[in-house]
C-alpha cells in the first residue's frame, strides 16, 4: 500500500504544530533568545505513518512544566538574564544568575499559577506543548483523515479497476 497523501499530508501536520509551539512559546512570553523556538524539527520516516516533532533543546520540559526535576544551568541562566537585559542595582548579571540558579535549586521553577501580570491578569505560562495540541487537534484531525480518505479511495478503485481486468 502506497500512503502518498498521507505523508504529504503528514508533512503539513509538522509544519502546522511546529508553528503552534512557536506561536503558543512567544504568546506565553517565553521567547529570550528564541533557540528553543527554532529547535523545532519534524522526524519522519520514509516508509512510515509516524511523524514526530523533535527539539535538540533539553530544557523544553522545563519551559513547559517548571515544577520538572532538574539542576539549573548557571551559563544557560545567565545567557537568559543578559537576553532579557536584566539589571540590578550595583550587582552585575552573573550575580544575579547565581541568585536566581540558588532560587530554582532550592524552590524549583513556579508552575501553576505561575504567570505574568497583563490586563486581566489571564497570560497561561506553562504547558505550551498541551496548549498548542489543545488548539491544533480539529486542524490536525482534518488533515490526515484527508489523507487517507484520498489514499484509501484511491487503493479501492485501483481493486474495483483490477477485478474489472480479471472479469473479462
Same mark, same amino acid.
Given at each position: ?38 529547535? %523545532?524539527?519534524?522526524? $519522519? ?5 509516524? $511523524? ?13 512544566? #517548571?515544577?520538572?526535576? %532538574? ?22 548579571? $552573573? ?32 504547558? %505550551?506543548? #498541551? ?13 490526515? $483523515? ?23
Amino acid at each position: 500500500m502506497r500512503w502518498t497523501n498521507t505523508h504529504k499530508k503528514l508533512n503539513i501536520v509538522g509544519n502546522l504544530i511546529i508553528k503552534g509551539l512557536q506561536d503558543t512559546l512567544k504568546l506565553q512570553k517565553h521567547n529570550a533568545t528564541g533557540r528553543l523556538s527554532n529547535s %523545532f524539527k519534524k522526524d $519522519m520516516k520514509s516508509n512510515s505513518l509516524i $511523524m514526530n516533532v523533535i527539539t535538540n533543546r533539553k530544557y523544553w520540559r522545563i519551559v513547559n512544566n #517548571g515544577k520538572a526535576a %532538574f539542576k539549573p544551568n548557571l551559563g544557560e541562566i545567565y545567557k537568559w538574564v543578559v537576553a532579557k537585559g536584566i539589571k540590578g542595582s550595583g550587582i552585575g548579571q $552573573m550575580v544575579i544568575a547565581k541568585r536566581i540558579a540558588k532560587k530554582i535549586q532550592e524552590k524549583g521553577i513556579p508552575s501553576k499559577p505561575y504567570v505574568v501580570w497583563t490586563e486581566g491578569n489571564n497570560l497561561k505560562r506553562t504547558n %505550551f506543548a #498541551g496548549v498548542t495540541k489543545e488548539k491544533k487537534k480539529k486542524q490536525v484531525v482534518n488533515h490526515i $483523515m484527508g489523507g487517507v480518505i484520498s489514499d484509501v479511495a484511491k487503493m479501492i478503485r485501483s481493486q474495483i479497476n483490477k477485478n474489472k481486468i480479471a472479469q473479462k
